[in-house]
């Protein structure tokens, strides 16, 4: 069964960095775009990026190019996002998320179970 | 950007209800178009995709219409465990967009 395994909860201060990382198992890692995407409390869900772990062509929403990066190990199979510094805002539940491509998109198939990610000012 | 919006925001309905939720798109998105389910302190459930495709497990009850701006997603007879907030999501165009979602709870 496909899975999204992604790393625990995390709790930091303002100005740190950090790596989230997201493992994908029992698919083929690299054929398949993996996504972010945020939940801030309370709120809904908002896509930040993908990413191709083939060849590491990235996309990213405009709202967050610039404040996070996605990344990829194809040879561990796991997808990152990072910060080079946190601020309070960036606290929210984030998920990993498979998205189909097959000569067009099919949309996100399955999920990761999220991480918290906590920032205190 | 494409921005979607969710109709209604919330609605409370009970057990056997048949629920029906629109989706509206701000430009053509063809059928480009996703639902997911979110119970509370879960990830998303992806449950259709290009507006009317089941996703491998998901029950019959669920069903999706539509093309172009606007879509639908409904309930045919609305189960306990069917009580959650819904997401409808466009993947015609970068950045791929989440409506606000949809609470359905108990009346």
């Known amino acids: 069964e496909v899975q999204l395994v992604q790393s625990g909860a995390e709790v930091k201060k303002a100005g740190e960095s950090l790596k989230i990382s997201c493992k994908g198992s029992e698919y083929s890692f690299t054929t398949y775009w993996i996504g972010w995407v945020r939940q801030m409390p309370g709120k809904g869900l908002e896509w930040m990026g993908i990413?191709?772990?083939?060849?590491?062509?990235?996309r990213y929403n405009p709202s967050f190019q610039g404040q996070v990066t996605i990344s990829a190990d194809k040879s561990i199979s796991t997808a990152y996002l990072q910060w080079s510094s946190l601020t309070a805002s960036d606290s929210a539940m984030y998920y990993c998320a498979r998205h189909v491509y097959r000569s067009g998109w099919y949309g996100i198939d399955y999920w990761g179970q999220g991480t918290l990610v906590t920032v205190s000012s | 950007d494409i921005q979607m919006t969710q109709s209604p925001s919330s609605l409370s309905a009970s057990v056997g209800d048949r629920v029906t939720i629109t989706c509206r798109a701000s430009?053509?998105?063809?059928?480009?178009l996703a639902w997911f389910q979110q119970k509370p302190g879960k990830a998303p459930k992806s449950l259709i995709y290009?507006?009317?495709s089941l996703q491998g497990g998901v029950p019959s009850k669920f069903s999706g219409s539509g093309s172009g701006t606007d879509f639908t997603l409904t309930i045919s007879s609305l189960q306990p465990e069917d009580f959650a907030t819904y997401y409808c999501q466009q993947y015609k165009s970068y950045p791929f967009t989440f409506g606000p979602g949809t609470k359905v709870d108990i009346k």
């Open positions: 990413i191709y772990p083939g060849d590491s062509d990235t």
């Open positions: 430009q053509g998105i063809s059928n480009y």
């Open positions: 290009a507006a009317s």
